[in-house]
């Protein structure tokens, strides 16, 4: 499921339906995780331009592109930064990309 929120956020739920755990990465950045078999997490990003467009994808103004195999997914997040989070939005990557709206909502 994708989300884009006014002034160039965007949520993309990413879950692990299998029986085996799925490695998630988030390119360009090279960030590996792993999903347990039933764990969503949020990927979310932020568009670098003022207008709140997107570059960077096969398509055109789209904010992810996604490679799915067996085994793994890669999300390329084509904004200036990315965060993970869980369903309830508890962080799951600690590191500081210097993203606002950590929520990945329309900023308050």
């Given at each position: 499921?994708?989300?884009v929120f006014a002034?160039?956020?965007a949520?993309?739920?990413?879950?692990n339906?299998?029986e085996a755990?799925?490695?998630?990465?988030?390119?360009?950045?090279?960030?590996a995780?792993?999903?347990?078999?039933?764990?969503?997490?949020?990927?979310?990003t932020?568009?670098?331009?003022?207008?709140?467009?997107?570059?960077?994808?096969?398509r055109?103004?789209?904010?992810?592109l996604v490679?799915?195999?067996?085994?793994s997914?890669?999300?390329?997040?084509?904004?200036?930064?990315?965060h993970?989070?869980?369903?309830?939005?508890?962080?799951i990557?600690?590191a500081?990309?210097?993203?606002?709206?950590?929520d990945?909502?329309?900023e308050?």
């Amino acid at each position: 499921m994708l989300e884009v929120f006014a002034g160039g956020s965007a949520r993309l739920l990413v879950r692990n339906d299998g029986e085996a755990p799925l490695e998630l990465t988030v390119e360009p950045w090279a960030d590996a995780y792993q999903l347990l078999p039933g764990q969503t997490c949020v990927v979310v990003t932020h568009s670098p331009a003022e207008d709140g467009s997107w570059s960077g994808t096969l398509r055109g103004d789209a904010p992810f592109l996604v490679d799915h195999r067996r085994d793994s997914v890669t999300v390329w997040a084509n904004g200036n930064c990315f965060h993970l989070s869980d369903m309830a939005g508890d962080p799951i990557d600690a590191a500081d990309w210097q993203c606002p709206a950590q929520d990945g909502g329309p900023e308050q």
